[in-house]
């Protein structure tokens, strides 16, 4: 194993401390027990919003607090889903009044501790309400799920909401536009490598040199098959069928196309992706109104990608256009 560490035990922790130095005007980081918030946090009359996972997605989620987007975010360990004292401290930490949205991606582990967090939230008197994201197309059910897995359109959950809590909606408008959004969106991802996660000292799959797995999940699960590597185009193909073919994207439809790196990939590679699914989003007829290119939702050092499709409306639109200022999206501010 390679990798830029001290103690494996110590990997959340030392980057949890680098995250607080380096964004320190953006957020800020509490160890016990461990959540990012924003550094202006609680707002008061804002709902705010809560996510939270595994470490070893960055920059998903802490990078995503900040104005506009996340009020907080509670890591796992690396591929560990946060305990519920997190969520519950991060809950009663970013409450301005208004109510706390928890986005939970669709991880058994996610969705049994934000459940509990909740509960005791609104014992304590704090509304909150709960949307889950499952927007993966490879596989119905997985290792860690039941149902569809809760990939990359959880990023566009996040900004699209984050957009309409900050211009003052309120607790039940942000979730209803939150399950607009995991409804309306598509994921399929792919791997050349496996990752390493620290503890476990070595590459959680297998795969040959000349080979890829279709439809891998962000841990590593696997996907629908495993073949011989292809060029890219033939790889686009394969992520955007499925995807095309799920929800139904019809002609004159407008989309947010949002290819991302799994952490490995280099963004010559991710531009080469994101040419033939725009590509062929044109050819089915839909309108690529928006799109997002980059590593957004990693899984460690993994090679590999992921491709959403995400059929918008003119809210969704407003909110993602919307300004926001975190660690790892900016613009309009």
Known sequence: MKKLINDPAAVVSEALDGMALAHGELIKVQKDPAFIMRADGPVKGKVAILSGGGSGHEPMHGGFVGRGML?????????????????LEATKAIDGGAGVLHIVKNYTGDIMNFEMAADLAKGEGIQVE?????????????LYTAGRRGVATTVLAEKICGGAAEAGKSLHEVAELCHRV????????????????????????????????IGIGIHGEPGRRREKIQPADKIVEMLMEPILDDLPFMAGHD??????GMGGTPMIELYILF????????????????????????????AGASITL????????????????????????
């Open 71 to 87: 009020d907080a975010a509670c890591p796992g360990a690396v591929f560990t889903s946060p305990t519920p004292d997190q969520m």
């Open 130 to 142: 709960s949307v889950v994201i499952n927007d993966d197309v490879a596989v119905k059910d997985s």
């Open 182 to 213: 995991n409804s309306n969106g598509r994921t399929m991802g792919m791997a050349l490598t496996a990752c390493t996660v620290p503890h476990a000292g070595k590459p959680s799959f297998e795969l040959a040199d000349d080979e890829m797995e």
């Open 255 to 260: 989309v947010l196309l949002f290819v991302n």
């Open 275 to 302: 040419r033939k699914a725009h590509e062929l989003a044109v050819k089915r007829g839909l309108n690529v109104k928006r799109h997002l290119v980059g590593s957004y939702i990693t899984s460690l050092e993994m």
């Open 310 to 333: 995400l059929k918008l409306d003119a809210e969704m639109t407003k909110y993602w256009d919307a300004p926001v200022v975190t660690p790892a999206l900016r613009w309009g501010a």
